[in-house]
């Protein structure tokens, strides 16, 4: 059964810098592309960043592009999201999911399961 569980998470000041990570198991990471999104205030999931370890590939928002970077560890089966930079507006929960290819990666329909999240919050 294919799952993952997010961490990293915490209170940071403005500026500082977070790295999440998304454990993945019942699948290899060959096997599954990964996307991290984070829930808005207005209670919307914003895709965020997104990697293929098969294809090769991965995929940073515009938003946040130039702050925060994807990568993966094979050998640990693992997903981060390295954030730099952050601002107030970066907070939120953060959840990575297995893209399920229903739709872009920035879909939030487009992927199953999900973690269970984890709490982002930058202030001073």
């Known amino acids: 059964q294919l799952q993952l569980v997010e961490s990293g998470g915490g209170l940071v000041q403005p500026g500082g810098s977070l790295t999440l990570a998304c454990t993945v198991s019942?699948?290899?990471?060959?096997?599954?592309?990964i996307g991290w999104f984070r829930q808005t205030p207005e209670n919307w999931r914003e895709g965020l960043a997104w990697?293929?370890?098969?294809?090769?590939?991965?995929r940073v928002a515009g938003s946040v592009k130039g702050r925060f970077t994807i990568s993966t560890d094979i050998s640990k089966n693992e997903v981060y999201l390295q954030m730099n930079s952050l601002k107030p507006e970066d907070t939120g929960i953060y959840y990575c999911?297995?893209?399920?290819?229903?739709?872009?990666?920035?879909?939030?329909?487009?992927?199953?399961?999900w973690g269970q999240g984890t709490q982002v919050t930058v202030s001073s």
């Open positions: 990697i293929s370890v098969s294809a090769r590939d991965s």
């Open positions: 019942g699948l290899t990471l060959e096997n599954v592309a």
């Open positions: 999911a297995a893209d399920a290819h229903r739709g872009a990666w920035t879909f939030a329909g487009s992927y199953d399961p």
